[in-house]
């Protein structure tokens, strides 16, 4: 029966995909996790630091291993996957970032073209200025 | 039938399908519920980010991240955030086995890193404090403040958590509520964690960069 009467808790072993969870059952996971979750942080702190790269693009490579490594946490350490017993779980997660997304997205957007549209002449800030 | 004794903590061996299974299992709920809270906390925190990052250029001619941040101290906290995650991983593998003497002794782990996590965070905000960015000096500082110092809570908060849910596993021993804490006290950490991520790379190491 491949039907499950309930989604697991999260932060449980799901209990599909047996061979997977046998070849890295337990301790195996987290180390997985951990490695990984290094590799990133450390390509992290290396992207911010070096001169190699375009450096317009490091802000947006900055946020893209920021989303990797969120994902490993996810998997690895909360076990969240996309097997059938976590639907429930997977689903709020889903409206979570929904809701994450529009906040930062939504208040930069808006800001930013705050900023763009009541910019002021330079005169004009030099009299507020203290 | 008292269905409220039946759905409590049974161990679902056989699958029914679904739509005879009943209410789900209480670990099950508890956990749901907790993971619900952990997102809403995450949408909390998302509006302290959305603030610091409107906010990071409105420095008011004080110092500004390239001046303030300390990318050795950001890197060592990372690694006790980071390990203290994996311990925590540990001390559940001990739990579900219900080995004690692991479970204690990779919650001490847990709780040392994490106190060394929150010791570096004070000596910097203390260091930051008294090189005259504090809070009050400019609405850069106030959001940086706000949401690194919103982080250490929740860390100082799970610290207390811990010491608690160790007391417990040594009074009460694994009892199914004490094992339903422990999983919510895990997904807490791991969620910190994720927190930090994002705190790290949004706030530190975008902050230094030209």
Redesign the interface.
Same mark, same amino acid.
């Given at each position: 029966m491949t039907d499950a009467p309930y989604d697991l808790a999260p932060g449980e072993v799901s209990i599909f995909g047996r061979a997977a969870r046998m070849a890295a059952s337990g301790v195996g996971i987290y180390t997985i996790g951990l490695v990984l979750a290094v590799i990133l942080t450390a390509t992290s702190f290396w992207v911010a630091n070096t001169s190699l790269l375009w450096a317009l693009g490091v802000p947006m490579g900055l946020v893209v291993l920021a989303i990797a490594q969120m994902g490993v946490h996810l998997v690895f350490f909360l076990h969240i996957t996309t097997a059938p017993d976590n639907t429930n779980n997977v689903l709020a997660l889903a409206f979570g970032v929904l809701i994450v997304f529009l906040v930062v997205v939504g208040s930069l957007w808006i800001m930013t073209d705050l900023n763009t549209n009541m910019m002021q002449s330079a005169e004009q800030m030099n009299l507020m200025r203290p | 039938m008292n269905v409220a004794v039946a759905v409590y903590d049974v161990k *679902?061996d056989a699958? &029914?399908?679904?739509s005879?299974?009943g209410p %789900?299992?209480k670990?099950?709920v508890?956990?749901?519920g907790?993971?619900?809270f952990l997102?809403?906390d995450?949408?909390m925190f998302?509006?302290l980010?959305?603030?610091y990052?409107?906010l990071v250029h409105a420095t008011a001619g004080g110092p500004a991240g390239p001046q303030l941040f300390n *990318?050795v101290s950001v &890197?060592i906290q990372?690694?006790c955030l980071? %390990?203290s995650?994996?311990t925590c991983?540990?001390m559940?593998?001990a739990v579900s086995a219900q080995r004690r003497l692991d479970t204690y002794r990779f919650a001490f782990v847990t709780f040392a890193l994490g106190a060394a996590f929150l010791a570096l965070e004070i000596r910097e905000f203390a260091g930051m404090i008294a090189s005259g960015a504090a809070p009050q000096t400019s609405a850069f500082l106030s959001a940086y403040f706000t949401v690194v110092g919103c982080h250490g809570l929740h860390v100082t908060a799970g610290l207390i958590w811990l010491a608690v849910m160790m007391a417990q596993v040594a009074i009460k021993g694994f009892r199914p509520a004490v094992d339903r804490r422990l999983?919510c006290f895990?997904?807490f950490w791991?969620?910190l964690?994720?927190i930090w991520?994002?705190l790290?790379?949004?706030v530190y190491?975008?902050g230094?960069?030209?």
């Open positions: - | *679902q699958f &029914a399908p679904a005879e299974a %789900a299992p670990r099950v508890v956990g749901f907790f993971w619900v997102l809403s995450i949408v998302s509006a980010f959305a603030a990052a409107v *990318q &890197a990372t690694a980071l %390990a995650s994996y991983g540990l559940s593998l999983l895990a997904l791991h969620a964690d994720i991520v994002w790290f790379i949004a190491l975008m230094v960069l030209p």
